[in-house]
């Protein structure tokens, strides 16, 4: 405390000289030491230095929900990406997080404490999601301040999405040259959840042997396209009976084989 109101005084010094800057610096390391050095009174020397002095304090000081007049609130919605694994097992339930939101609205990583969570394999995403969501931050007198709020998320998987639309997606992306996001489509589509039929695991393979033929893998493409024809023959020899585009696709692809 006595390291802070020294920082306090020099601060208040330089300020009266005219290093504006240099009377920042010292307010911001007292404010460091210590967040509420109990300084009152500044106006009587100058309404400048007493702004000063509020603007940092705000900048450094954390309030909780009692001592606001108006608290946070979202500007932008959470984009929660619920990661693979975790879809996969359909792990669900409540996770309970406290944040420090600055006065620009922002959220740090450091400052997110994650109380309770179902899974920990959750934490990267969930901080992920909250950094990049904007905030209106905290006020006191109509003046933006730095203030802890706790959260509670009920997390709970998506449903299944339709493997055959996220591979059309991924033709289209290979048509626009954007193999990478093809193969995370693919990937997408071949997830155990999404209850691929065998044909359409053929589609997918198939798709895949041209996405790596795109990104210049030749081996890579070459084994996609083996197994996905070796599929599609095991198949049509148990009588199944494909949809016409994806009889094309096997017969363009063979025929592609046979002249290379």
Do not use: C
Request: hydrophobic content about 40%; overall charge positive.
């Amino acid at each position: 405390m006595d390291s802070s109101w020294a920082y306090v005084w020099r601060g208040v010094l330089e300020y009266q000289r005219g290093h504006y800057q240099l009377a920042r610096l010292n307010v911001r390391r007292a404010l460091a030491l210590y967040p509420d050095p109990g300084v009152r009174g500044l106006d009587t020397i100058s309404p400048g230095l007493a702004n000063l002095f509020d603007v940092e304090s705000r900048a450094h000081r954390t309030f909780r929900a009692w001592d606001l007049d108006q608290p946070v609130r979202w500007l932008t919605a959470p984009q929660f990406v619920y990661p693979r694994e975790l879809r996969r097992r359909r792990v669900s339930g409540a996770a309970v997080v406290r944040m420090l939101v600055d006065t620009l609205g922002h959220v740090e990583e450091r400052n997110i404490e994650i109380l309770e969570i179902p899974d920990s394999a959750f934490s990267t995403a969930l901080k992920q999601t909250l950094t990049s969501v904007l905030f209106s931050p905290a006020r006191i007198a109509g003046k933006p301040v730095r203030s802890l709020v706790s959260y509670r998320f009920n997390l709970t998987p998506p449903p299944p999405r339709d493997p055959v639309h996220l591979i059309d997606l991924a033709r289209t992306q290979l048509r626009t040259g954007q193999p990478d996001s093809a193969m995370e489509l693919l990937e997408e589509a071949l997830d155990p959840v999404n209850d691929a039929t065998p044909a359409v695991l053929v589609y997918a393979e198939l798709v895949q042997g041209i996405a790596w033929q795109a990104k210049h893998d030749t081996a890579r493409a070459a084994g996609s396209f083996e197994l996905g024809l070796g599929q599609y023959r095991q198949l049509a020899a148990r009588g199944v009976d494909f949809a016409p585009f994806l009889r094309s696709l096997a017969d363009s692809i063979r025929l592609t084989a046979r002249r290379e």
